[in-house]
């Protein structure tokens, strides 16, 4: 009996003792459950720590030295990604104070903008990474243009990435509301009046009672006539909900085929360009192996991974990883200063009563709504419906392979992007001026039929003028690259000149005035 209770003891003081060790040794075998490849120490343990992560395994293990450059990518993309996490993030905060009804709206934001600790500089961080992440998304689409890198077998992810441009766009409007200020109240309905202007054509053709698209857009867009409660409420839910979602859903689809797609475009002698790896850059592949490898076969197919060997080639973990690290260090740090610096517009509360003269609508709008004022349905409508659709058959008509992941690769090159700069922008500047200075046809004949009115117009003849111009290039060049360089270039510069004019020196009425100390007093 005795030696069945000393045993016992034993065992219990075992347990105890494995206890003990067992709690002390939970940070350890927490840390090994986490991460359960172990250090990224080695090149084996780096593909691993990438392929078992769930937030990196849309990263490939292995990126090429050619897409880590700064030049191929400017970390545009990335960019674009910091600056929609740092959305979300200030967002949320700010989603603690705000209520969305047009009695206390403005009032929250007031609060949150003067008495809420942080707040105004928390709301400054939200405005300019918005602001930030349209202009960021714009330049990546243009990177991707200029170096060709919407060519097969990346097609479709040119299309998602249209698609990702246009929910930023609808992010950043649906947010312009929120304030519910005059600003923010007159952009929202000038937006709505251009979704409402094809009954700028159905009424020219007495169809609006049966055929009435506008109305039904704008209805889409305000829940009723006006923009009110229904207008508010709607926005919200699409800024907070609907769209954050629609555009996640993109950024993984996108992030997903840009891997299966073969990575970053690179041209087709990246590997002579770049040169023998630098001794002091460990670890990589390099053409002189130090072991001896059996070939077990041979394959062939049409994947994009067929015919890349690992040369020239880095672990994504840590080369990938610190370069991306380093673009959303650098993206906070720039939203940051802005926000130090420039405080968020907040005006009087938004009084329907009282329109602001002049209204305009969020900047990146500003170049359609100069194009309005001339034809609200070919400027809001119509024109960029051809600019979407031209831009999503672009890959498709190309399908040539010179200069592909190069700035501006292809026949025409750089001196054709610098002649079409040269030709957008005096086409643009020169129909610009001779409206303000002599008008249009309504000022001339003010009795034309309005679908007249509707389709010759300028924004209709800077856009035949533009195409014209890509159909001269595409035949001086034999190439449908150099038509897609001349035609994109142009529209780009028609942009820049459209939204500078609108935003700097369109005044009272929409009149043109040099400096706002012209405007007439009020």
């Known amino acids: 009996m005795n030696q069945v209770t ?8 075992s347990a105890v003792a494995r206890f003990t060790e067992n709690l002390r040794a939970v940070p350890r075998h927490l840390q090994e459950t986490i991460f359960r490849t172990g250090r990224p120490a080695s090149d084996r343990t780096r593909s691993t720590f990438v392929f078992g992560n769930v937030f990196l395994h849309l990263h490939p293990v292995r990126a090429h030295r050619w897409s880590l450059r700064w030049s191929t990518t400017f970390g545009l993309g990335i960019a674009a990604v910091s600056c929609f996490f740092v959305l979300v993030i200030t ?3 700010l989603m603690f104070y705000y209520k969305p009804y047009p009695d206390v709206a403005y009032l929250s934001i007031k609060d949150i903008h003067f008495v809420v600790p942080t707040g105004r500089f928390i709301r400054n961080i939200h405005r300019w990474s918005g602001n930030m992440m349209v202009v960021i998304v714009l330049l990546h689409m243009g990177r991707v243009f200029y170096t060709a890198s919407y060519r097969a077998p990346r097609e479709f992810n040119w ?3 249209m698609g990702l441009l246009v929910v930023t766009l609808g992010l950043s409007f649906t947010g312009y509301l929120l304030p519910w200020d005059q600003l923010a109240y007159w952009a929202i309905t000038i937006g709505a009046n251009i979704a409402q202007s094809p009954r700028e054509v159905t009424d020219a053709l007495g169809i609006t009672q049966w055929f009435d698209i506008g109305g039904l857009q704008k209805l889409i867009l305000l829940g009723s006539e006006d923009v009110g409660e229904e207008a508010l409420i709607r926005y919200y839910l699409f800024h907070v909900m609907v769209l954050p979602l629609i555009l996640v859903t993109l950024m993984a689809v996108h992030f997903w085929r840009i891997r299966k797609d073969g990575g970053l475009a690179k041209p087709a002698d990246a590997d002579c360009r770049l040169g023998l790896s630098p001794r002091d850059l460990y670890p990589v592949f390099t053409q002189a192996p130090q072991k001896t490898y059996s070939l077990a076969a041979i394959v062939k197919g049409r994947t994009p ?5 690992p040369e020239q080639t880095l672990p994504s973990m ?3 990883m610190i370069g991306e690290a380093a673009v959303f260090m650098l993206t906070i740090a720039l939203s940051v200063i802005l926000a130090i610096f420039l405080d968020a517009p907040l005006k009087e509360v938004a009084n329907p009563a009282v329109p602001e003269n002049p209204a305009k609508a969020p900047w990146y709008f500003l170049g359609l709504q100069e194009l309005v004022s001339h034809s609200a349905f070919m400027g809001g409508v119509g024109i960029p419906m051809i600019v979407l659709v031209g831009l999503g058959l672009i890959p498709y008509l190309d399908r040539e392979t010179e200069g592909s992941g190069s700035w501006f690769g292809g026949a025409g090159g750089k001196r054709l992007v610098a002649q079409a700069a040269a030709c ?3 086409a643009v500047i020169a129909l610009e001026a001779f409206v303000i200075r002599f008008g249009w046809i309504r000022q001339w004949w003010p009795q034309t039929p ?4 509707t389709f010759i117009n300028p924004g209709t003849l800077l856009t035949l003028a533009y195409a014209a111009y890509s159909v001269h290039s595409l035949k001086k060049y034999n190439s449908t690259r150099a038509g897609a360089l001349a035609l994109f270039t142009c529209f780009v510069c028609g942009f820049v000149v459209l939204t500078v004019i609108g ?3 369109r005044g009272p009425n929409w009149d043109f005035y040099w400096s706002p100390s012209q405007w007439p007093g009020h």
């Open 6 to 13: 000393a045993k016992a003891q034993r065992a219990n003081g």
């Open 91 to 93: 967002g949320v905060l």
């Open 159 to 161: 299309l998602i990435g």
């Open 305 to 309: 991974a067929v015919g890349d060997g």
């Open 318 to 320: 840590p080369h990938l």
């Open 424 to 426: 957008g922008l005096t």
């Open 450 to 453: 309005q679908l007249v009115i």
């Open 503 to 505: 935003t700097h020196f």
